[in-house]
């Protein structure tokens, strides 16, 4: 409900916007580049005039049946490869698949997700690289490697968590994960803030430095009823961004936990902390609403 949606074909704006107008949307004269995230960094990401990537293509050659995937743009300049996908889109919308063994046994399988544009078109494919102990014994807090693939089934993102507290009261060996782009090159990091009252994330580039903050509510429930999570500044007073987990219908959260999520953020962003972004919604699936069994 909360979610928005921006089209593509539109000239580019900023989502960066003060806190107390968090709904709305315009020009800002502030710019969140990759620049501001990555100073040491010489990052120079072309956007491609608006509609080159937002018409969706049914069941090109060589690509799977069903749902379409979306086309390759050109790859900007000095863009990991397999990201170039992430430079021209504000908005990814992060599907779970329901695992009927799960439904029926209440085994804990191995989680497997759609990553799909603004209009249903298919970016990336996620999946969960876990034994069945691991995934069983362990529940929310376990330690899992997951695997994100393209089109082609080439892994241009991998995300590694390790087992860490899962506990709110305990104020060491808190939450993290981290992104690499491609695999065994760290872009970055999410790592949980304590707070007493608070769910709270830093993002970091992949020097360990702090570029962004995430906060959520108190009480982190998405009964009848969405769950968002601003991504500010660090000082936060500026509204960069949401991580918005949706309800997805009373069967669906009653009897799995199969979810879908939704991640907004600039679309000139860098493709990097784009990336980092997926994993931060994957680490808050994983903590607050993957069903412990």
């Known amino acids: 409900g909360s979610l928005f949606c921006l089209n593509s074909s539109r000239s580019s704006r900023h989502i960066v916007y003060p806190k107390h107008q968090a709904g709305h949307i315009g020009k800002q004269a502030g710019h969140l580049g990759s620049q501001a995230f990555y100073p040491g960094g010489q990052h120079s990401y072309l956007v491609p005039p608006a509609g ?11 690509r799977p049946a069903g749902v379409p995937w979306m086309p390759a743009p050109p790859p ?20 779970q698949q329901i695992e009927l063994l799960e439904v029926l046994f209440s085994f804990e399988s191995s989680n497997v997700y759609d990553i799909k544009n603004s209009f249903g078109q298919r970016i990336y494919f996620a999946a969960e690289d876990t034994n069945f102990c691991t995934r069983n014994c362990c529940g929310r807090s376990r330690p899992f490697t997951l695997r994100i693939t393209d089109n082609v089934g080439r892994e241009v993102i991998t995300l590694e968590r390790p087992l860490r507290c899962n506990c709110c009261c305990c104020p060491c060996c808190l939450q993290e994960i981290e992104i690499q782009a491609p695999p065994g090159v760290p872009v970055g990091y999410v790592t949980q803030t304590w707070h ?11 020097n360990r430095e702090d570029v962004l903050k995430i906060s959520g509510p108190c009480i982190v429930c998405s009964c009848f009823a969405g769950v968002d999570f601003e991504i500010t500044s660090l000082d936060e007073q500026m509204v960069v961004g949401r991580i918005s ?3 997805s219908g009373l069967l669906r959260e009653a009897f799995t936990d199969a979810d879908n999520f939704g991640i907004q953020f600039p679309r000139d962003l860098d493709v ?19 069903r412990t069994r």
């Not at 080159?52 to 060589?62: D, F, L, M, R």
């Not at 300049?77 to 504000?90: A, F, H, K, R």
């Open 76 to 95: 900007p300049l000095n863009c990991p490869p397999g990201l170039e996908y992430l430079s021209q889109i504000d908005m990814i919308l992060i599907h």
């Open 245 to 247: 987990k949706h309800w």
């Open 272 to 290: 990097k902390l784009k990336a980092v972004m997926i994993g931060a919604c994957f680490l808050i699936d994983y903590m607050f609403f993957e």
């Open 196 to 206: 007493p009252c608070l769910t709270k994330f830093t993002i970091k580039n992949q």
């Open 52 to 62: 080159t990537a937002g018409i969706p293509v049914q069941n090109q050659p060589g």
